[in-house]
């Protein structure tokens, strides 16, 4: 193995001599190399997509949601215990109110769907108090005529902190009748920055102030549910459902916001399987360079024959030469793909200042830029899967150098 890894390396040297085999090495190799950084820096911003996924949008949404089959909740306290010392894989509850109602400021009206939250309980069970900006969750308070309104409505109504707002809220009435909505003005307390369509129709007040508005006393909606494991929290919340007293209902994130994380896997799935098939296409220019390599050293070989050289040290010299050629271009296009994995956000950055414009639209995307979050287990993935094809690659043009025959050979020249 080791004369023939010598031999090889040998070889590799002396390929100048023919131009055509020094171009099409140096072509298999970078192409290797593009491949392998293309699917490194891809792999790593489906990562980074993940990674905000879940610090994001499943940090501030609940991870499910109880409530009773018809009407609202009344026993919630009791409910909130038997969570708590029934159902160890629930980690927090908190419950809430929810309504739809219109937020109007002067001539401008903007549904909304507003959630009534505890302010001290919702600190315990998300991180949407972080995201309210300039610190004023912390004099979020009952009583107080308060309202925290989502950036992209308090955009679209051009409204800012301070600023008050009226929330029409409707009325339920009678058959072939209509009632005016109920009015309330309230201040805006703060903004609530969240990128995407969550910022865009989302309104918070005080719990006991929802209460209040919808006449409901001490009721609510439903509670709030958080679990150990987010990713199974459909089994974990139905399981604890089942286990109540009484009939809920339930629903969990992945209702609501599942098919980013299954947008994301499938699109993880298809990069796997486009990396088998661009690393393979760049791994195959090798049986190029070796089949035209074997013709420029038919010489060589004879003469390693007729001094001994068995079809086995052969087949090694020329399989070592592809491999040798895949691991340049696979070492390349880690290095390359690492590093520019690295600085993505910040080259996406430079590249929408050339543009003028963001390649990723808040109202649109949870998020506002490019995320990338580089996973070793994906380099080392790719960096095997391409020495495995550059060895695939190298079996055939090794096999045809072993027929070569000395004798035929030695005597044309």
Not at 174 to 183: G, V, Y
Not at 206 to 229: F, K
Request: with cysteine.
């Amino acid at each position: 193995m080791i004369l023939s890894l010598f031999t090889a390396i040998r070889f590799r040297r002396g390929r100048r001599k023919s131009g055509m085999v020094s171009l099409i090495s140096i072509v298999s190799t970078f192409s290797i190399a593009i491949g392998i950084a293309a699917l490194i820096i891809g792999l790593s911003a489906m990562n980074g997509f993940e990674r905000e996924l879940h610090n994001r949008v499943l940090s501030v949404v609940p991870h499910g949601q109880l409530y009773p089959e018809i009407g609202n909740l009344d026993n919630w306290r009791d409910i909130q215990q038997e969570l708590k010392d029934n159902s160890p894989n629930i980690v927090s509850s908190a419950p809430f109110v929810s309504f739809t109602g219109l937020v109007e400021n002067g001539s401008k009206l903007g549904a909304v769907e507003v959630q009534g939250v505890d302010p001290v309980q919702e600190q315990q069970i998300s991180a949407l108090p972080n995201y309210v900006l300039n610190d004023k969750w912390s004099s979020f308070k009952a009583d107080q005529q308060q309202i925290i309104l989502g950036s992209g409505l308090a955009k679209s109504l051009a409204v800012s902190e301070g600023d008050w707002v009226s929330l029409l809220i409707p009325v339920s009435s009678e058959p072939n009748q209509l009632k005016s909505p109920r009015r309330v003005r309230l201040q805006v307390q703060g903004i609530l920055e969240l990128s995407g369509s969550l910022s865009n129709n989302i309104a918070l007040v005080p719990l006991s102030d929802a209460q209040n508005l919808l006449d409901m006393g001490d009721s609510v909606t439903g509670l709030m549910i958080n679990v150990n494991n987010l990713y199974q929290a459909n089994q974990i919340i139905g399981l604890a459902a089942l286990n109540l007293n009484e009939n809920m209902t339930f629903n969990s994130w992945e209702n609501s916001f599942g098919f980013m994380y299954r947008d994301i896997q499938m699109i993880r799935q298809i990069m796997y399987l486009a990396m088998i098939v661009v690393i393979g296409v760049a791994c195959f220019n090798i049986v190029s360079t070796l089949v035209i390599a074997v013709k420029d050293k038919q010489r060589d070989i004879a003469i390693l024959k007729t001094l001994g050289a068995t079809n086995r040290l052969i087949r090694h010299i020329f399989i070592w030469y592809g491999v040798i050629s895949g691991l340049i271009g696979s070492i390349i296009g880690v290095i390359l793909g690492v590093l520019m994995s690295w600085q993505l956000s910040n080259i996406m950055k430079g590249v929408e200042s050339l543009m003028g414009h963001k390649i990723l639209n808040s109202n649109i995307y949870f998020i506002d830029f490019l995320p990338s979050e580089i996973h070793f287990l994906d380099v080392l993935i790719v960096f095997v899967t391409a020495m495995l094809l550059s060895l695939i690659a190298s079996y055939y043009p090794a096999r045809r150098a072993c027929k070569i025959d000395p004798a035929r050979i030695l005597n044309s020249f």
